[in-house]
């Protein structure tokens, strides 16, 4: 039987899922799996072996691709995983490969959706440009003339980390003012907390116990003045973060992912606007920002399957 499909893995906090596809995108099967059930990840890897060998697909597995937090591309592990119960360094591409008998790739979340991204997605066209995981915080993969940058250590492209208001707001890092803190669907809900205007009495926003960044866009969108300035003010410091980035890789475009991304085109154009205004002069109309075209299909299997086509095929 002809080995043409990966098997890509999203490792996440909650949930794991995985999935097979073929080099195109196309995907065949895809289940999502508790992660806490499984007090080690043997048993994880176990129980996804199975089930992939029940619906008959094992014999055409070409290799595996793993999206994880903290993942280790160089060394295939996981380490020190904040919000996985498995604690230390954990051997996963290792623990794949031997119950599997493939080659397993394991990279970060964010670096799997940049690659994700240039085999399958809106970075099809690219050869340098910088993947914006907008979700409970913000990753970064940076692609440059078609490969991903790893760094020494495999750990480039923590752009969520970069520091951008000094002595900002604490970060999961244990230190402040990481971008993170402000562009992401936690940053924008915090921004409800900490920023008040004169239109903040007003909104609907401050009536609700437990607002969600989703409900921001929705009442911008309908005329909700604080709202709005939330917004602005998540769009200018992620425009103006990205200004600050192009003078790394010079990229052809940043590419949106995530529920924020997703909210309207009026987000990306405010955050271009943004990005716009503070770039050097030499980086000037020569960037897009685009949204994911991983949206809306099975983008945590694709971006971790994807790193299967991008080396072994
Ligand atoms: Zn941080």
Not at 233 to 242: F, N, V
Request: aromatic share 10%.
């Amino acid at each position: 039987m002809k080995r043409n499909l990966a098997l890509g893995v999203d490792i996440g906090g909650t949930n794991s899922v995985f999935g097979l596809c073929d080099e195109h995108g196309t995907v065949y099967y895809e289940e999502s799996i508790s992660t806490k059930d499984y007090a080690i990840p043997e048993d994880l890897v176990d129980s996804i072996y199975q089930r992939v060998k029940s619906v008959g697909h094992l014999p055409k597995v070409k290799g595996i691709g793993i999206g994880a937090p903290n993942g280790n591309y160089f060394s295939g592990t996981i380490e020190f995983a904040p919000n996985l119960d498995w604690t230390g360094i954990i051997p996963l591409a290792r623990l794949f490969e031997y119950r599997f008998k493939v080659k397993a790739i394991l990279t970060n979340d964010a670096n799997a959706a940049a690659i994700g991204e240039l085999i399958y997605g809106a970075g099809r066209d690219l050869k340098d440009f910088v993947t914006i995981t907008l979700g409970t915080g913000l990753g970064s993969g940076v692609i440059t003339s078609s490969k991903l940058v790893y760094g020494h250590d495999g750990f480039a492209g923590e752009f969520g980390h970069i520091r951008v208001i000094p002595n900002g707001r604490k970060c999961g890092c244990g230190r402040k003012g990481c971008l993170e803190t402000y562009a992401s669907a936690t940053g924008v809900v915090r921004s409800i907390i900490e920023l008040k205007s004169k239109n903040s009495e007003s909104s609907e926003l401050i009536k609700m116990t437990n607002p969600q960044a989703s409900q921001v866009f929705e009442l911008a969108e309908e005329g909700d003045m604080f709202a709005s300035e939330i917004i602005e003010y998540t769009a200018k410091i992620l425009g103006e973060s990205l200004a600050d980035f192009a003078c790394f890789s010079s990229p052809k475009a940043f590419i949106l992912f995530g529920g924020i991304a997703q909210s309207g085109p009026n987000f990306a154009k405010k955050v271009k606007g943004y990005m716009e205004d503070a770039l050097l002069h030499i980086y000037k109309d020569k960037i897009e920002i685009r949204i994911s075209e991983l949206h809306d299909k099975n983008a945590a299997v694709l971006g971790a399957s994807s790193l299967v086509w991008n080396e072994l095929s």
